[in-house]
Nanobody, 129 residues
Framework: QVQLVESGGGSVQTGGSLRLSCAAS????????VAWFRQAPGQEREGVAS????????YYADSMKGRFTISQDNAQNTVFLQMNDLAPEDTAMYYC??????????????????????WGQGTQVTVSS
């Protein structure tokens, strides 16, 4: 089972930027659906963005389009989430998840209906006004 480790969270002011990293160990990303989710206190886990590591196809939740960018670095075996123009409502714990050897690449979504078998421990993002 792949182990995922997130990093890059922190505290920023409104309008600031952060880049989150999701590094895999014990596994090499090749044809997987990797997604970012977030969860604020008292709220349900929400899909943010996803990427199919076999071809780079990406998907974003509507509220993240234009502000967030998901990407991969094969040499580092890492998926990134670049977050710009952050707002207080982006404050949450951000989690990385992976569905290994995911054949249905056209349906690689940041959706809990996808069988993400591996999850990271999360990294906290706090945006102050």
């Amino acid at each position: 089972q792949v182990q995922l480790v997130e990093s890059g969270g922190g505290s920023v002011q409104t309008g600031g930027s952060l880049r989150l990293s999701c590094a895999a160990s014990g596994y090499t990303f090749s044809s997987d659906c990797v997604a970012w989710f977030r969860q604020a206190p008292g709220q349900e886990r929400e899909g943010v963005a996803s990427i199919y590591t076999g071809g780079g196809r990406t998907y974003y939740a509507d509220s993240m389009k234009g502000r967030f960018t998901i990407s991969q670095d094969n040499a580092q075996n890492t998926v990134f989430l670049q977050m710009n123009d952050l707002a207080p409502e982006d404050t949450a714990m951000y989690y990385c998840a992976a569905a290994q050897s995911y054949s249905d690449y056209l349906r690689c979504y940041p959706d809990l209906g996808v069988s993400f078998g591996s999850w990271g421990q999360g990294t906290q993002v706090t945006v102050s006004s």
